[in-house]
């Protein structure tokens, strides 16, 4: 198989195509999701070629690329969005828990359960901050009562480093908060329902750099609870937030390493190129 | 080399004229559609107002054995073809009905006759010399009178003029209407909800897509037609019914629900359905917890205005039977009835002075019930509309 993966330079870590090259040694090293050999198609464009994979658990994994290599695509192959674009066609394995997610027998309302996702640009639900939060958990019946929900709420709230802001307001329209706060509640209405990985499309691309670093800070705290795969066009955004680094060119996965190694040394004249700005 | 602001400004001038010669022609434009509007409701209010007032007369009426055997003795000989006939023939029941008026003889204001009515009124009435004599004297001394016409609003139509009101042919419209909206408002927002959300994208789908626009162009008599075919012949519900004729107007109503339901979903940001997916939703969940509820005002808005297009609507009540004279209000579905615009159709067609009016009349109160509808619209728009 065409794998896009150098040879790996640790053997022992990296038994498969789709490993990092260098594996971080103090990282978690479960996996969370396993992609093998994965071909996507807008109608007659190939937009995802062959892309292997491995996304460890509790670990920020960051895509990288310059616009249009496929980054985002493959985002949205890990909750199964794209069953929203009808042209699709999708081969190859991606494994969760192991399952393949794209399997006839996968209900994708289940697997977005167990992976959340954060947008681009924030969509708060037009509800009340409170609702935002409480919709999904009462809808897949974790909570009920009242008082649950309440403490629900307050959790998910604080987790998004949201509650000492809003608790005084969770009546109000999520809307009338500011575009960081936005994005936080969003996040928070993700991690409420307690899923495993969090996806998250871009997230701080329409924040200002002080809400981009209050939400950075935040996905340094979320991955010790979560495994967090983030689309991130700024570089140093990935090299400060990321255990681990995909590069993404043309709808190949070009390399993926570890962050560290990726910024300082890269293995791939592609990846470095870019890296030091040449182009993208 | 530059040009100078007064270069510039001289070929200026030719673009703010231009601008200019715009807005006074749209001003225009405005003026004109607002004194069509003005002279037609003006006009309407003129002639339907006195339609609004029906003549009385202050009489003695003897309630005797004699008079509910002959209606016509209960009043003195003079005033006898003054006084409604139709009131006259009511009298023996309402001696039936109250026993104590036997015997008596009782000052009352009686409903006149509608030559009377029209005589009152200033307008030409056939009375004879004698008559007019004698209605003269009565309005010197305060026993002839013009009153509030309570009739028009509680009565049927009748052959008699005095005696012909609206009510039967509101209740018929209400009817209809409940059965229009009973029908399309569900079917409509479902088929759309359908198309917008559910539906792949395909041959099929487009083609009906192609057929739903286009039904919203087909004439309405046609659906008439179609109606009687499907709800009198196929299905044997009875004709002149507001069951049949709301079945009609709703078919013809659905492609308006349709229409409008989905701009009101599409209006919704692909955005919110994200969101929604993203937490777990099943795309019924979508529908109904964020979709729904985000195009509810778009969604009713079309209806009322689709509703308001029906309710106006009289072609395709021709043919399933519903432009006919109905005296006695509806109160079941299955009953025949007529509608208000079928009403004024009726009332269109008769030569007495009395149906012009009633006729103008008509209009009033159905043109203030669509603007009702209409306020309506507008107010569920502003109550239920959300930003986001």
Redesign the interface.
């Known amino acids: 198989m065409n794998s896009t993966v150098a040879t790996p330079a640790k053997p022992a870590a990296a038994t498969r195509p789709g490993s990092p090259v260098v594996i971080n040694e103090d990282a978690n090293h479960e996996l969370a999701i396993r992609v093998e050999d994965l071909n996507l198609w807008y109608g007659e464009k190939q937009a995802l070629k062959n892309i292997n994979i491995d996304v460890f658990q509790k670990n920020v994994t960051a895509l990288i690329g310059p616009s249009g290599c496929g980054k985002s695509t493959f985002l949205r192959c890990l909750n199964r969005m794209n069953d929203l674009i009808r042209s699709v066609r999708i081969e190859g394995l991606v494994e969760m828990d192991g399952r393949d997610v794209n399997a006839r027998n996968m209900d994708e309302v289940a697997l977005r359960r167990r992976v959340g996702m954060v947008f681009q640009k924030p969509n708060p639900f037009p509800k009340s901050i409170y609702d935002n939060i409480a919709y999904a958990p009462t809808m897949h019946d974790l909570v009920s009562r009242r008082a649950d929900k309440d403490d629900l709420v307050e959790s998910a709230l604080r987790d998004a480093g949201l509650w000492e802001e809003v608790k005084d307001i969770l009546d109000q329209p999520g809307t009338s908060l500011s575009g960081g706060q936005q994005q936080r509640l969003c996040i928070a209405r993700a991690i409420a329902v307690k899923p495993d990985v969090i996806l998250m499309d871009e997230p701080t691309s329409a924040l200002d750099p002080i809400s981009t670093a209050t939400i950075e800070d935040l996905m340094d705290k979320l991955k010790t609870q979560f495994s967090i795969v983030t689309v991130t066009h700024n570089m140093q955004q990935a090299a400060r937030v990321a255990d681990y680094t995909a590069f993404f060119h043309m709808g190949e996965l070009v390399e993926y390493n570890d962050t560290k190694t990726m910024f300082s040394n890269p293995n791939t004249k592609k990846a470095e190129d870019y890296i030091t700005g040449r182009y993208g | 080399m530059s040009h100078s602001f007064d270069d510039i400004s001289a070929q200026l001038k030719g673009r703010h004229r231009r601008t200019k010669r715009l807005k006074f022609m749209s001003m225009g434009a405005l003026a004109l559609a607002a004194t069509f509007l003005v002279v037609f409701i003006g006009d309407m209010v003129m002639r339907g107002y006195p339609a609004f007032q029906q003549a009385e007369l202050h009489v003695p009426v003897t309630y005797s054995e004699q008079s509910q055997e002959i209606p016509l003795a209960a009043v003195e000989e003079d005033v006898r073809d003054l006084v409604s006939r139709g009131w006259l023939r009511q009298l023996p029941r309402d001696m039936a009905a109250d026993a104590s008026l036997m015997g008596q003889t009782i000052d009352r204001w009686v409903i006149a006759d509608d030559q009377v009515d029209q005589y009152l009124k200033g307008h030409k009435s056939h009375l004879k010399p004698k008559q007019t004599a004698v209605l003269d004297r009565m309005i010197e001394n305060g026993t002839a009178e013009l009153k509030f016409n309570i009739n028009f609003f509680t009565t049927g139509d009748s052959k008699l003029p005095e005696y012909a009101g609206i009510w039967s042919a509101a209740m018929g419209t209400i009817l209809t209407l409940l059965v229009t909206l009973a029908f399309a408002f569900p079917v409509g927002v479902l088929t759309a909800v359908y198309l917008e959300e559910f539906a ?2 395909n041959r099929f789908t487009q083609a009906i897509e192609i057929n739903i626009n286009n039904l919203a162009a087909v004439p309405s008599i046609l659906f008439g037609l179609l109606g009687l075919a499907i709800f009198i012949n196929f299905f044997g519900m009875p004709r002149s019914s507001p069951l049949v004729g709301g079945l009609t107007l709703g078919l013809m109503t659905l492609p308006v629900i349709i229409i409008t339901t989905r701009s009101a979903l599409r209006s919704v ?1 692909d ?12 795309r019924w ?1 979508v529908v109904r ?2 979709v729904l509820p ?1 195009s509810l005002p778009g969604i009713l808005t079309g209806s009322i205005i689709g509703l308001a297009q029906a309710m106006g609507e009289t072609a395709p009540l021709i043919i399933v039977g519903m432009v006919a004279f109905i005296p006695d209000a509806p109160t079941a579905i299955t009953q025949a009835a007529t509608v208000l615009p079928a009403q004024i159709f009726t009332w269109a067609g008769e030569p007495e002075q009395a149906y012009v009016e009633r006729t103008a009349a008509g209009i009033l109160v159905l043109l203030s019930v669509l603007i009702l509808l209409n306020a309506a619209a507008v107010m569920l728009r502003k109550k239920f509309e ?3």
């Open positions: 792949p994208d940001p955005t919110i359905r994200q969101a929604a997916f993203g937490v777990g939703c099943s969940q917890d964020h985000l959300r930003r986001w």
